[in-house]
């Protein structure tokens, strides 16, 4: 019998972690490596080369040979070069692998051929990786052999960042700052750091490989860009939670147990609501490790899912009429003596820091919800939002009843003299325990949701880093952080102006609290009272990079320079415009060469049928009638196809930038949709033996 595979026996077998690190360098190496991770700074060269060798050594053992900068430019996926250890032969000719603690700390890949918003032109290549000490390098395995994966920041030549890594971390040493201004207020000399906490739940589809590949528009594009509904879709709730079949239960196994030797914390799997989706979610690590890990957890199901014959999508919304994917972001303030700094604790009217934190989360919601909202926009996540599947477009936040009871007291008297509980849980079966409930519902269309001890960015969609959403939150709160310190350093009465400034901000902004249903059209209308932006997709939010207080707040804390954010900007109508104009030119493809084709020929079936009948003197109305509903359809499918040809050729022949981006948005996405409700209409005429691809039904419900 195989002998079980342990998440214990081999967790993090494949991560060079401070224990391994603490076993094989001298302690003076490791002391100063231990400095550096905690409170910055750089290592010497003599302890970056020990620290080399000691992890080359190690990697080799593990049959490695080579060795990359594993970094995470702006195409929203990561990037690598692969290096051998090898360096020139002895005299004798001995092959010697070596590597040094300037390889380890500096790699220079090619900065032009990456997305830079006009930052690096063409003949300006020279870009640098910068190896990043606080996360741990790991051996990746497939079929290349093992690499040693270092995780590095990516930057240019003049210095501006290029990856979603460098300005998290600038955010989170700024948010560490603030938040100990705070700490240091209510007495705590303890904490030296605090720590921005996250966990990402991770949705995805699973679908068989060689159907997908029957479809152009799942291999160009991640998603469908045609398909009718199948007759049964998730409208019986059977798929969430349901027993998971043995083919994906498979995938599963290897999924964890590859994760689990990366040092990931897979720790939940389910099925999703939708037919064919599920769902993984880690434990919450630092926002740093925890975007690293997540990028290594949609790349190794990608990679798994090819070993069971299956593709994993992770596009926002590969099926419509289904519920597309998300990434909900689990945000919360940890210092480094493990206190959670969101733990409202039984009494949190009486958790005066608790309360002080609160206010400055709201304030920073409120003030800069287009900045949060645009930190989860993507070409994706435009067909998801808002969809009664994910919250809507409008940032709002979710406290539940017992906080906004708390914070309706403070409001109105000044004090919270009370706080609901939760009760007990009475199931009324013998057997069953009583228990204690939790003092409030959850929402689950609430974009940013307090979840018990930490908040819950809902936004975030599937296949985006989580890096961009981290770097705002932690940026937004750090400035209220900031904000109120300045003001309560200088008071006189430190009791008094804690008690006035939560008040303050507690009723300045609490039109950004809503616990109500955000799907509703109520909602919205309410919203637009209240003065909540309400933006509706990528292109809209895109500018909110560069309104003036984004500038200030970035350019203040050093986390974006003007430049860097313009060039962020940029890329993000560039991106637009380019995938549109991807999907546009699959469906021109797929609508000349496969749909109209087989309906054409379908066509052609029928008015044989009806012709050989007539001429046998049979009644044909049913062929007839067949061959009457088929014929406007191919018209209005071929008027369609002309039209988003003629829209994607004004589109391209613009000059890239937010104009391009727009029209894609406004005229050629409308043309999509107008050529695909009678292409889906052909699908249900159609032959299904006559389809010239998989049908929603052969993808969703034949796993």
């Not at 009664?388 to 914070?407: C, K, T, Y």
């Not at 940013?448 to 819950?456: D, S, V």
């Not at 004004?650 to 937010?658: P, R």
Request: hydrophobic fraction near 40%; charged fraction near 25%.
């Amino acid at each position: 019998m195989k002998e079980r595979v342990t998440a214990e026996a081999i967790f993090a077998e494949n991560v060079f972690t401070l224990d391994k690190m603490r076993r094989r360098l001298p302690k003076e190496a490791y002391r100063e490596v231990m400095q550096v991770i905690s409170q910055g700074g750089e290592l010497s060269p003599a302890t970056a080369d020990i620290v080399a060798k000691a992890m080359k050594d190690w990697a080799m053992e593990k049959g490695a040979s080579h060795y990359s900068h594993w970094f995470q430019p702006l195409t929203g996926i990561t990037a690598e070069k692969h290096d051998s250890f090898i360096t020139h032969p002895d005299a004798e000719g001995r092959m010697l692998m070596e590597f040094s603690g300037k390889e380890l700390i500096k790699g220079e890949p090619d900065a032009s051929s990456f997305p830079s918003g006009g930052l690096r032109a063409t003949f300006e290549a020279r870009g640098y990786t910068a190896w990043d000490i606080t996360s741990p390098a790991f051996i990746r395995e497939t079929a290349t052999g093992p690499i040693l994966c270092i995780p590095t920041a990516f930057c240019s030549y003049t210095g501006e960042a290029l990856d979603k890594k460098t300005p998290l971390l600038r955010s989170m040493e700024v948010l560490s700052q603030q938040a100990l201004r705070i700490l240091r207020l209510f007495g705590n000399k303890t904490a030296s750091k605090v720590i921005p906490m996250v966990g990402a739940e991770q949705e995805y589809f699973l679908v068989d490989q060689k159907k997908a590949l029957l479809r152009e528009d799942l291999i160009f594009c991640g998603r469908t860009l045609f398909g009718a509904q199948p007759p049964k879709g998730q409208e019986l709730e059977d798929h969430y939670f349901g027993i998971i079949r043995e083919r994906i239960g498979a995938y599963m196994k290897e999924l964890n147990e590859e994760l689990w030797q990366l040092g990931v914390t897979a720790k939940t799997q389910h099925n999703e609501a939708a037919p064919a989706q599920h769902e993984l979610a880690p434990i919450y690590e630092t926002a740093n490790i925890a975007t690293d890990h997540n990028q290594i957890v949609m790349e190794t199901m990608k990679r798994i899912a090819g070993r069971h014959g299956l593709r994993c999508l992770l596009h926002e919304k590969p099926f419509a009429g289904v519920n597309g994917s998300g990434k909900h972001n689990n945000w919360s303030l940890n210092t480094d003596t493990g206190i959670n700094l969101l733990n409202p604790g039984d009494t949190p009217n009486e958790n005066i820091q608790f309360l002080l934190i609160l206010a400055c989360i709201l304030k920073a919601v409120d003030t800069h919800a287009d900045l949060l909202r645009q930190s989860a926009s993507s070409v994706g996540n435009d067909h998801r939002l808002g969809a009664n599947e994910a919250p809507p477009a409008i940032i709002s936040v979710f406290l539940g009843e017992q906080l906004e009871d708390v914070v309706r007291q403070l409001i109105e008297t000044g004090m919270a003299a009370t706080c609901t509980t939760g009760g007990v849980m009475k199931t009324g079966v013998s057997t069953l325990p009583d228990f204690e409930k939790d003092a409030t519902d959850r929402n689950r269309t609430s974009p940013f949701a307090f979840t018990g001890n930490k908040f819950e960015f809902r936004m975030v969609g599937s296949s985006d880093s989580i890096g961009s959403p981290n770097t705002i939150l932690n940026a937004i709160v750090a400035e209220a952080f900031c904000e109120a310190a300045d003001r309560l350093e200088q008071a006189e009465d430190l009791d008094r102006a804690v008690h006035d400034l939560i008040k303050e901000y507690m009723s300045l902004h609490q039109r950004i609290i809503f616990n109500g249903n955000g799907y509703s059209r109520e909602w919205v209308e309410e919203a637009k009272r209240r003065g909540l932006p309400n933006i509706a997709s990528t292109v809209e939010a895109a500018c909110a990079l560069t309104t003036g207080k984004a500038v200030s707040l970035f350019e203040k804390f050093h986390i974006f320079t003007r430049a860097e954010l313009e060039s962020r900007e940029e890329i993000l109508y560039e991106t637009y415009a380019k995938t549109i104009h991807i999907e546009a030119l699959t469906m021109i493809d797929m609508a000349s060469k496969q749909i109209l084709p087989a309906a054409v020929g379908y066509s052609r079936t029928l008015a044989e049928t009806v012709a050989a009948l007539a001429g046998a003197g049979v009644e044909a109305d049913v062929p007839r009638k067949m061959l009457s509903e088929l014929m406007p359809c191919i018209t209005r499918v071929q008027k369609a196809l002309e039209i988003l040809k003629e829209e994607v050729k004004e589109a391209d022949a613009m000059e890239q930038g937010k104009e391009q981006a727009f029209c894609y948005r406004r005229k050629v996405v409308a043309a999509m949709e107008q050529l695909r409700k009678p292409a889906d209409e052909l699908e249900m005429l159609v032959d299904r033996k006559e389809w010239p691809f998989p049908t929603y039904a052969d993808l969703i419900f034949e796993v």
